[in-house]
């Protein structure tokens, strides 16, 4: 390999560093919230709003807090972020720890956020074709805790899993 070969290299290697760390710190963001939604006795799924680097929403699902069927956790997060302008959405990115459902997954193509980073969809998985067929561009990183989250809340809490995706 040449020099300036290996000078691109190392480059590209640190941009790519710089952006997984970027994406760890804002998914770590989207986990803390997930599990502040297990501690108040909800789901362990959240969300977060990044524009240009910046957190400007946050939440988690409210399902059993609030008795909401349409408070999960992008939504809610969309909600706090507030009213915004379509040249914002449009510099955006969410970050959510599962997998968006069709009601969440028709937000973020409605107001047009281009970019979806997503902690895991082993656990669940319905939208991520629409998402793309719109547009949006869908990552999924398959997160450890993102898994380990679902799982064990699903595992104790079958019925209500069940209700929240309409089985
Ligand atoms: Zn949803």
New binding site residues.
Partial sequence: MTRALRLVKAHDNQIAARYSRAIDQFLEAAIEEARAGLREGGFP?GSVLVCEGQIIGRGH?QRVQRDSVIH????NCLENAGRQKASVYARCTIY?T?S??????G?IVLYKIPHVIIGENSTFLRAEETLRANGTRVDVVQNAECIELMREFISRNPELWNEDIGV
Avoid: Q
């Fill in positions: 799924i699902n999960h956790a992008e939504m959510t599962l968006p459902c069709p009601m969440c997954s937000a």
